[in-house]
């Protein structure tokens, strides 16, 4: 044992706490990094949701101006089967870059130009 009662000594507990605040850091850093990637894709997830409800809408919409043939009518499935059909149309189109509404939502969210 030394004569200051520090096995390591006075230079070896110094880097000791240097290496473990250095490696402290580090890892703060990472897990920041982590965290701001997990936010950005949770907020381009939403935004993305965000404009497949209007895409949704805007397509639901715009089937309801077409009139429907009295020859044969729609049944309750078909209208179902219409409806999610839709959904997922609108879902592919928001994915695929859709008309921009969510690049734009994230980029004002995030603080981008």
Do not use: C
């Not at 230079?11 to 990472?30: E, N, Y």
């Not at 907020?43 to 965000?50: C, G, P, V």
């Not at 609108?90 to 995030?110: P, T």
Request: proline share 3%; no cysteine; charged share 30%.
């Amino acid at each position: 044992m030394m004569a200051d009662g520090n096995p390591l000594g006075t230079d070896g507990a110094i880097f000791q706490l240097q290496h473990f605040r250095s490696d402290q850091t580090l890892s703060t850093a990472k897990s920041a990094v982590r965290r701001d990637k997990d936010s950005d894709d949770d907020l381009l997830k939403a935004s993305e949701q965000f404009e497949s409800l209007l895409l949704n809408f805007m397509i639901r919409e715009m089937r309801a101006t077409v009139p429907e043939s009295t020859l044969f009518p729609q049944s309750m499935a078909e209208e179902i089967f219409t409806g999610m059909r839709d959904e997922k149309i609108a879902g592919e189109m928001a994915k695929n870059g859709g008309i921009g509404i969510s690049r734009m939502i994230f980029n004002q969210l995030k603080g981008e130009k």
